[in-house]
C-alpha cells in the first residue's frame, strides 16, 4: 500500500484550496471525496434547460481570498446590481448604492427610507469596518441585534431592508449573529458587486479542482470515508467499498454536517435556508433587482430573478425566479406563491415550480465574539479545515484551506 504525504478529506472550497497549496509545494496529495463531484455546498444541477445552484449563492470579488486565489475572469461572473428592491405595505421603493447607481439615486431619496438620524446611526455601526476593518476584528463584539441598538439604528432602513436582507445572507432572523462578523460582511458588500459565475457557483470549485490536478493533485469522486486509523507516524483512512489510502497527513475538510463524525471535535451548530425554483417566461418581472418585503408577510426573506443577471441559467424565452426561506419551515408552495405575487406585484399563478432546496447546513452559525481563526491540528497527523473553523463564508473557507496547508508545510 503506497504512503502518500497528505489525504485531504472533501473537496469543498477548504480542501480544494488546500490541496492546491500543498501540491504546489511539492508534496503528494489525493483528495478523496464522497460525492459524484467536487464541490461540497457549492452545488449547480442543469433541470430542465435551467441552471439550479444547490441554494441561492452569491460569489463576491472583493473577498481578498477570492482575488488572490481565483481566476474571476475565467468564471465570467455576472454581477447583480448593488441595490434592493423593498415591499412596503402600499409602495415599492429602491434603495441604491449611489456610487454603483447614481441613476437611482433619486429613487433612493424619493423613498424617504433613509432618515437623516437613521443615516447618521447606519454611518456609525458600519463606518468603522470600512475604514478600518482590524479594529472591527480586534475590538468589542455583541450581537448584531446589541450592535444596532448600540448604534441607535432604528426606523424603516433597519426594520424593513436590513434585517429581512440579511436574514437571507446569515439564515439568521433573531439578530443573534456576531455583529463584527456582519459589519466586515456588509464592508465586502459595499466594496463588491456580489455575482454568479455563468455556468452555476459550482464553477468555483470546478476551477479549483482543476487548478489543484494542474499542480499534481489527484481526486477521487465518489469515495466516502469510514473512519480513520492512526498508526505509527501515518493514518490508515477507510473507503467505503474501496481499499484503504495510507498517508502521514490527513487532512479534514468535510463540511459542518459530518466533521465530528471523524474527529473528535464538537458538532459545530448550522443554520439552514430553503429555496424555490420557479420558471416563467412572459411574465417574469423585469427587475434584476433582489427583493425583500419589508412588511415581513410571509416566509420569504428575499426572491430575484436570477436570469435578469445571469442569462445563461435559463434557456431561451424563459426566466428563472428564486425565492428563499429560513429553515425551519412550515412554508407551503401556496404561502410562497401568495408572498411572491405581493412582492413583485405580479400574477404568479401560471410559474412552475422546478425544484424547492432544503439546505439545513447551508452555513456555520457565527456567534459572538466573532473567532476568526481555529487550531489546524486537532490530533497528531490529522488537522481540520472549513468555514466552521474560519468564518461562515466562502472567504473563510478558503483561507481555512490555505492556512491549514501551511501549517502542515511548516510543520506545526
Same mark, same amino acid.
Given at each position: 500500500?503506497?504512503?502518500?504525504?497528505?489525504?485531504?478529506?472533501?473537496?469543498?472550497?477548504?480542501?480544494?484550496?488546500?490541496?492546491?497549496?500543498?501540491?504546489?509545494?511539492?508534496r503528494d496529495?489525493?483528495?478523496?471525496?464522497?460525492?459524484?463531484?467536487?464541490?461540497?455546498?457549492?452545488r &449547480?444541477?442543469?433541470v430542465?434547460?435551467? *441552471? $439550479?445552484? /444547490?441554494?441561492?449563492q452569491?460569489?463576491? @470579488?472583493a473577498? %481578498? +481570498?477570492?482575488r488572490?486565489?481565483?481566476?474571476?475572469?475565467?468564471?465570467?461572473?455576472?454581477s447583480?446590481?448593488?441595490?434592493?428592491?423593498?415591499?412596503?405595505?402600499?409602495?415599492?421603493?429602491?434603495?441604491?448604492?449611489?456610487?454603483?447607481?447614481?441613476?437611482l439615486?433619486?429613487?433612493?431619496?424619493?423613498?424617504?427610507?433613509?432618515?437623516?438620524?437613521?443615516l447618521?446611526?447606519?454611518?456609525?455601526w458600519?463606518?468603522?469596518?470600512?475604514?478600518?476593518?482590524?479594529g472591527?476584528?480586534?475590538?468589542?463584539?455583541?450581537?448584531l441585534?446589541?450592535?444596532?441598538?448600540?448604534?441607535?439604528?432604528?426606523?424603516?432602513?433597519?426594520?424593513?431592508v436590513l434585517?429581512?436582507?440579511l436574514?437571507?445572507?446569515?439564515?439568521?432572523?433573531?439578530?443573534? &449573529?456576531s455583529?463584527?462578523?456582519?459589519? *466586515? $460582511?456588509v /464592508?465586502?458588500f459595499?466594496?463588491?458587486? @456580489?455575482?454568479? %459565475? +455563468?455556468?452555476?457557483?459550482?464553477?468555483?470549485?470546478?476551477?479549483?479542482a482543476?487548478?489543484a490536478?494542474?499542480?499534481?493533485?489527484?481526486?477521487?469522486?465518489?469515495?466516502?470515508?469510514?473512519?480513520?486509523?492512526?498508526?505509527?507516524?501515518?493514518?490508515e483512512v477507510?473507503?467505503v467499498?474501496?481499499?484503504?489510502?495510507?498517508?502521514?497527513?490527513?487532512?479534514?475538510?468535510?463540511?459542518?454536517?459530518?466533521?465530528s463524525?471523524?474527529?473528535?471535535?464538537p458538532?459545530?451548530?448550522t443554520r439552514?435556508?430553503?429555496?424555490?425554483?420557479?420558471?416563467?417566461?412572459?411574465?417574469?418581472?423585469?427587475?434584476?433587482?433582489?427583493s425583500?418585503?419589508?412588511?415581513?408577510?410571509g416566509?420569504?426573506?428575499?426572491?430575484?430573478?436570477?436570469?435578469?443577471?445571469?442569462?445563461?441559467?435559463?434557456p431561451?424565452?424563459?426566466q428563472?425566479?428564486?425565492?428563499?426561506?429560513?429553515?425551519?419551515?412550515?412554508a407551503?408552495?401556496?404561502?410562497?406563491?401568495r408572498?411572491?405575487?405581493?412582492?413583485?406585484e405580479?400574477?404568479?399563478a401560471?410559474?412552475?415550480?422546478?425544484?424547492?432546496d432544503?439546505?439545513?447546513?447551508a452555513?456555520?452559525?457565527?456567534?459572538?465574539?466573532l473567532?476568526?481563526?481555529s487550531?489546524?491540528?486537532?490530533?497528531?497527523?490529522?488537522?481540520?479545515?472549513?468555514?466552521?473553523?474560519?468564518?461562515?463564508?466562502?472567504?473563510?473557507a478558503?483561507?481555512?484551506?490555505?492556512r491549514?496547508?501551511?501549517?502542515?508545510l511548516?510543520?506545526?
Open positions: 500500500m503506497p504512503l502518500h504525504d497528505v489525504v485531504v478529506i472533501g473537496a469543498g472550497l477548504a480542501g480544494l484550496r488546500a490541496a492546491g497549496r500543498l501540491a504546489s509545494a511539492g496529495v489525493v483528495v478523496v471525496e464522497a460525492s459524484d463531484r467536487v464541490g461540497g455546498r457549492q &449547480t444541477d442543469t430542465d434547460g435551467f *441552471l $439550479l445552484d /444547490r441554494g441561492f452569491v460569489l463576491n @470579488p473577498y %481578498p +481570498a477570492v488572490r486565489w481565483i481566476d474571476v475572469d475565467a468564471l465570467h461572473l455576472r447583480f446590481p448593488v441595490a434592493v428592491r423593498v415591499r412596503r405595505a402600499r409602495t415599492v421603493q429602491v434603495l441604491a448604492h449611489p456610487l454603483r447607481h447614481p441613476d439615486l433619486a429613487a433612493t431619496v424619493r423613498s424617504r427610507m433613509l432618515r437623516p438620524r437613521d447618521a446611526a447606519l454611518a456609525r458600519a463606518g468603522p469596518a470600512i475604514v478600518a476593518p482590524r472591527v476584528i480586534g475590538g468589542r463584539d455583541a450581537t441585534r446589541e450592535g444596532w441598538n448600540r448604534a441607535d439604528l432604528h426606523g424603516p432602513v433597519r426594520t424593513e434585517e429581512p436582507f436574514a437571507g445572507v446569515l439564515a439568521d432572523d433573531a439578530g443573534e &449573529t455583529d463584527a462578523f456582519v459589519r *466586515l $460582511l /464592508r465586502m459595499a466594496l463588491g458587486a @456580489p455575482g454568479l %459565475p +455563468a455556468g452555476g457557483i459550482e464553477a468555483l470549485p470546478r476551477q479549483l482543476a487548478t490536478r494542474r499542480l499534481g493533485a489527484e481526486i477521487r469522486t465518489g469515495h466516502r470515508v469510514a473512519r480513520l486509523a492512526a498508526g505509527r507516524g501515518a493514518v477507510d473507503i467499498g474501496a481499499d484503504p489510502i495510507t498517508a502521514r497527513t490527513v487532512v479534514v475538510a468535510v463540511g459542518p454536517d459530518a466533521v463524525d471523524l474527529i473528535p471535535v458538532r459545530p451548530a439552514g435556508l430553503q429555496t424555490w425554483w420557479f420558471r416563467t417566461d412572459a411574465g417574469a418581472p423585469a427587475s434584476a433587482l433582489l425583500v418585503d419589508g412588511r415581513r408577510r416566509p420569504i426573506v428575499n426572491t430575484v430573478v436570477m436570469s435578469r443577471t445571469a442569462p445563461s441559467y435559463a431561451a424565452g424563459h428563472l425566479v428564486q425565492a428563499t426561506c429560513l429553515l425551519p419551515s412550515a407551503t408552495e401556496a404561502d410562497v406563491r408572498q411572491l405575487g405581493e412582492i413583485w405580479a400574477d404568479v401560471g410559474w412552475e415550480l422546478l425544484r424547492r432544503d439546505v439545513p447546513d452555513l456555520p452559525a457565527q456567534t459572538a465574539p473567532r476568526v481563526t487550531p489546524a491540528r486537532v490530533r497528531e497527523h490529522v488537522y481540520v479545515a472549513g468555514d466552521h473553523r474560519d468564518t461562515a463564508s466562502i472567504q473563510g478558503l483561507v481555512s484551506g490555505h491549514v496547508a501551511g501549517a502542515i511548516a510543520g506545526a
